[in-house]
């Protein structure tokens, strides 16, 4: 089998996280760096041995040793970099969120749905984690019985995080916690739950202008009618500290911090749920076995769309009451 060509498209903080888990296996080759910060690209490209450079992405797509495309760049870029590669007919995986607007979003998923033959795939890393396969397996199982309510917190005393300090996570335009976050936990509930169908919300921002939001307060209306509380702050003391809890009418199940599934029995204490017996998976396994003609289980752009729905009802609410979801 010959392998795969990919080039990578954005160097920040969380693009070097693939890059290092393409770089471990023999059937990925490293064939292109691309970004706009010639400082940046040289050092990537020392670390990676990487010879082909690009400071434009459109004369990396012309590039016709590469297969794949991984996007890494901020938001607003996404969409007519997504769109220019499926005109260059290469797979693509675009990070998260898909884009910066609901209208960019349906612009390009109704454009890799006219390619039939590319594949298009988000990079929604929780899906392949043990603790979310073992989550949304005793959700099946009846482990909590009834779900009640869900909530999902989110509290972070520094935003952007020390690791990923630059100015469009920090803006109010694409960045934000409820952004960059709060689309992990959205996509997981329609995942495991079914979909959103209406949300009302109240944020506070900084007095700048053009600075993300610090708070959120948000419920959100499964199709059952089933709520799910947000609860999201930054700037604040002590630890950052991620929840995701679901309440039933038997059992409580909860994701702490991305890994941690503690659970247990309506009155009795929360213990570890570690199974062993679960085994990861990974999206680079899947969106190499997809591209070479395998089953596969990905997360595409359908995917990253009705996330997308959701977040801007969250970001930008029309008035304090409900607001009914339109997919």
């Known amino acids: 089998m010959s392998k795969l060509h990919i080039g990578i498209i954005g160097l920040g903080a969380v693009g070097e996280r693939l890059i290092k888990a393409f770089e471990q296996r023999d059937d990925i080759v490293l064939a292109a760096f691309c970004d706009t910060s010639k400082e940046r690209l040289t050092e990537m490209a020392s670390i990676y041995d990487v010879d082909q450079m690009y400071t434009n992405y459109e004369d990396l797509l012309k590039n016709n040793m590469i297969d794949a495309v991984y996007i890494a760049v901020p938001p607003k870029f996404h969409e007519q970099i997504v769109l220019d590669t499926i005109k260059a007919n290469k797979h693509i995986l ?22 039939s033959n590319l594949i298009h795939a988000m990079h929604f890393p929780l899906n392949y984690q043990a603790s979310l396969i073992h989550f949304e397996k005793l959700i099946k199982e009846g482990f909590i ?13 520094h935003w952007p995080r020390l690791w990923q300090q630059n100015e469009w996570v920090a803006s109010r335009e694409q960045g934000g916690f409820i952004l960059e976050v709060g ?30 939001e ?17 609860d999201g702050i930054s700037n604040i003391s002590g630890e950052e500290h991620l929840e995701f809890a679901a309440y039933g009418t038997n059992s409580t199940l909860k994701l702490i911090n991305w890994r ?10 929360l213990t570890s749920l570690d199974d062993l017996n679960i085994v ?22 359908n995917v990253g769309y009705e996330a997308q729905i ?18």
């Not at 675009?94 to 390619?115: D, F, T």
């Open 94 to 115: 675009c990070e998260k969120p898909l884009a910066n607007s609901v209208e960019e979003a349906r612009n390009m998923l109704a454009a890799v749905r006219k390619s």
């Open 145 to 157: 019985g009834d779900l009640r309510r869900i909530n999902v917190k989110l509290h972070f005393p």
């Open 183 to 212: 689309v992990h936990w959205i996509q997981v509930i329609q995942r495991v739950f079914g979909k959103v169908v209406a949300v009302r919300s109240r944020l506070q921002f900084p007095e700048d202008p053009e600075a993300c």
């Open 214 to 230: 610090t708070s959120i307060v948000a419920e959100m209306k499964l199709e059952d009618g089933t709520v799910i509380l947000v």
């Open 260 to 269: 941690d599934l503690v659970g247990g029995e309506n009155g009795k204490s």
């Open 280 to 301: 990861p998976k990974s999206l680079i396994d899947e969106f190499v076995n997809s591209i070479q003609g395998y089953d596969a289980e990905l997360y595409g752009f």
């Open 310 to 327: 959701v977040l801007e009802a969250l970001r930008y609410p029309e008035h304090d009451g409900w607001q009914e979801l339109k997919y």
